[in-house]
């Protein structure tokens, strides 16, 4: 799959148009890596000797990809229209629009993929890996915070791993002050401060890839329809070297849209469906299905961009840096010591012939072709609003976000990040860093009064629902509420749309409470079974679906509901890629430990509900949380979530995994600790002259 996106070829043609700074510091930031590799005085961490590896030298276009595979991790739309497609051979169109009720549609293609092309995609997508991104960000004018000048809150969330993403840093040089966090592989702040700006990021969720279906000529299978007539694959031949045996030779085609991904899977191309239904093609003719991509563009310069924003002096120099960020397309809200506040959602849009993204699209006729990118005055943006509140948490980054898709997140977290900064007004540091950990589920609050009116079957689950009434929708590890309602709701999701679903059921699967909001109250004809001849009620599905919860907890966690809390199921779950699959060794590279939240709490700890051993593990959220205070930067706070070694044996391995758990923070000021015991080591950088 990463050969066929040829995601290394995309940042070697970037590093190309990359500014003459930018590159300075990438080829820098190279050099240092290698001479380390070169001179290092002892053995290289124990992954390399486990896994018979010696590393290669670093290049500065190793750097760059880590952009490329971000920006794939961080945009999701090519999973969402593959499981769209699929799931529009089995439901109405109406069907399907209540089952992912975002916002408003523009002329959609209808589904003509064949669906064994589109089995073949969604087999060979690292589903893992796609779609991981979500965040919160706020920002406070001085108007509206206690220190009179701007806060800027932010957590970054993405999948948990061993050890963390984000390495917290504070990098002192002639004419560059930065703290915050950055990233191995990467020589420039992802998120922080540079003493006069600071900057927070969440994912836009904006519609950036599109499928299209690529008829094969019938008289060359060699080549595909166009508007201009027949024309010949583009292909390269990718050779991957496997350990102990012989080369494995790919050939990678591609069409005027991207790479071809019907390709990957083994024997994929000798495998297509044969024929369009109802499009009038011949039976030896077939289609593939090919993706274009913001984030594979050659020109693309985010990491000029990132360069410009560590160095910017102002909000409009960092607004004007922006420019430049291409993908993935974020929510960039930003502060300076000056007292501006600003927003923008930087990054390419595709603008489209025809269409709306959301499906696969004929390719063969250029009318759901891309015809450039949003230009970037058009896309949303804020600078000193008057309200003095910029507010997101990946839902719609402006009223009409039509032209940059659909797929936003329920806006939950948003909705409560607002309530608690109205309920203060003028919240000091600490008190945003609380919010960061607010553990309130809007979610629950508007699914309680519906799901609580059931009649319950039985006294068991009688007291379960007098246990929901007296709740109030807190994600708490240590109640039993948070775990009887993610696990009745879980179970709802299964009563409602199973039947009409069928095998692709697990594929859709999540806890979705706007869905199933919308299906007890406006779509009610989902409550019925259409496997059985009776018509069943909404009230009836609700009921069964409380009792399956209940005996799937006393199962897992025994008859009692005195000892049911939620942090014996919700436990965040970091573990290392590779001693987290060794017997025993696991043991001292992986941490769990209890935690509050749930997939729509400000303090988010997502779950994967179609998981059967552990569907309430929290597997993705904040890694980094920092508060900016732009009346004293150096009283920033921040925290991530594990520790800042990478060795399991280091005392910095974990250390501070619970008090990223219990909202602590920490301060990362300008000046070195004054106490011998604070100190820990110097590392004395000392450049060679050129």
């Known amino acids: 799959f990463m050969r066929t996106l040829g995601l290394y070829r995309v940042a070697e043609e970037n590093l190309k148009v990359m500014s003459e700074e930018a590159r300075e510091t990438l080829e820098s930031y190279a ?66 629009n209540d089952l992912y009720p975002g916002g408003p549609r523009r002329d959609a293609p209808a589904t003509l993929a064949d669906a064994g092309l589109l089995e073949t995609i969604w087999a060979a997508l690292p589903l893992d890996m796609l779609g991981a991104g979500a965040s919160n960000q706020w920002a406070l004018s001085g108007a509206h915070s206690a220190t009179g000048k701007p806060i800027l809150a932010n957590d970054p969330h993405l999948r948990f791993g061993m050890p963390n993403l984000w390495y917290l840093a504070r990098l002192e040089a002639p004419g560059l002050s930065l703290a915050g966090a950055t990233v191995p592989g990467v020589p420039f702040f992802l998120l922080g401060h540079n003493g006069k700006v600071a900057w927070a990021l969440t994912a836009t969720h904006s519609d950036t890839q599109d499928l299209f279906i690529e008829r094969i000529d019938p008289a060359d299978p060699g080549r595909y329809q166009t508007p201009q007539g027949p024309r010949p694959f583009d292909t390269r031949t990718e050779t991957i070297k496997v350990r102990g045996e012989a080369d494995i030779a790919l050939v990678v085609r591609a069409t005027r849209h991207g790479p071809v991904l019907s390709d990957v899977q083994t024997g994929a191309r000798e495998a ?59 929510n960039v809200a930003f502060a300076d010591v000056n007292g501006n506040i600003g927003f923008v959602s930087a990054g390419r849009v595709p603008v489209r012939r025809g269409g709306d993204g959301r499906l696969p699209a004929p390719g063969w006729n250029g009318e759901y072709d891309w015809t450039g990118w949003l230009a970037f005055d058009a896309l949303p ?159 009836a599905r609700v009921a069964l679906a409380l009792d399956r919860a209940l005996d799937f907890i006393a199962e897992r966690h025994g008859a009692n509901p005195a000892d049911w809390r939620w942090g ?98 920490i301060r990362i000021p300008a000046s070195p600790p004054a106490g011998p015991k604070e100190k820990i080591a110097v590392l004395t950088l000392s450049p060679q002259r050129r």
Request: net charge neutral; hydrophobic share 40%.
């Open 568 to 665: 014996d199921a919700h436990q965040a779950r970091f573990s290392h890629p590779i001693f987290g699959r060794l017997p025993l060794v696991w043991r001292l590279s992986d941490v769990r430990l209890p935690t509050d939240g749930d997939a729509y709490t400000v303090n988010r700890g997502q779950t994967i509900v179609s998981d059967s051993a552990e569907p309430f593990a929290h597997v993705h959220g904040a890694g980094f949380r920092a508060v900016y205070d732009l009346a004293e930067l150096d009283n920033s706070r921040f925290m991530q979530a594990t520790g800042q070694s990478g060795h399991p044996l280091s005392p910095y391995y974990s250390n501070l995994a619970r008090r990223w758990r219990d909202g602590r923070t």
């Open 31 to 96: 050099a240092g890596v290698n001479a380390f590799l070169s001179r290092r005085p002892g053995a290289l961490p124990p992954e390399f000797a486990l896994l018979r590896y010696k590393p290669e030298r670093w290049k500065p276009a190793d750097s760059i990809v880590w952009g490329r595979l971000m920006a794939l991790t961080l945009s999701d739309n090519m999973r969402h229209e593959i499981l769209r497609a699929r799931l529009a051979k089995r439901v109405t169109p109406q069907q399907l």
């Open 272 to 330: 297509l469906p044969k024929g369009l239904p109802g499009e009038g093609l011949g039976a030896e003719q077939v289609e593939a299905m090919a993706l274009s991509f913001a984030g594979l563009a050659a020109d693309d310069r985010t990491a000029a961009a990132l360069y410009r924003m560590n160095r910017a002096g102002d909000a409009a120099q960092f607004m004007a840096a922006l420019k430049d960020f291409h993908s993935p397309q974020q």
């Open 381 to 539: 943006r804020a600078f000193n609003p008057p309200a003095g509140v910029i507010v997101n948490a990946n839902n719609k980054p402006a009223a009409d976000s039509s032209l940059l898709g659909s797929d936003w997140e329920a806006g939950y977290r948003a909705r409560r990040i607002l309530d608690m900064l109205a309920f203060d007004q003028r919240p000091t540091i600490d008190a945003n860093a609380a919010m960061q950990n607010d553990a309130l589920s809007m979610a629950a609050r508007d699914l309680l009064p519906i799901l609580t009116g059931v009649v319950a079957n039985d006294d068991r689950a009688r007291r379960a629902v007098a246990m929901l009434k007296s709740w109030d929708g807190r994600m708490d590890r240590r109640k039993a509420e948070p775990l009887i309602f993610s696990a009745w709701l879980r179970e709802l999701n299964r009563a409602l749309y199973a039947d009409e679903l069928g095998p692709l059921f697990p594929d859709y699967w999540d806890l979705r409470p706007d869905v199933v909001e919308l299906m007890l109250t406006q779509r009610r004809q989902w409550c019925d079974d259409t496997t059985t001849p009776a018509r069943e009620t909404c009230e």
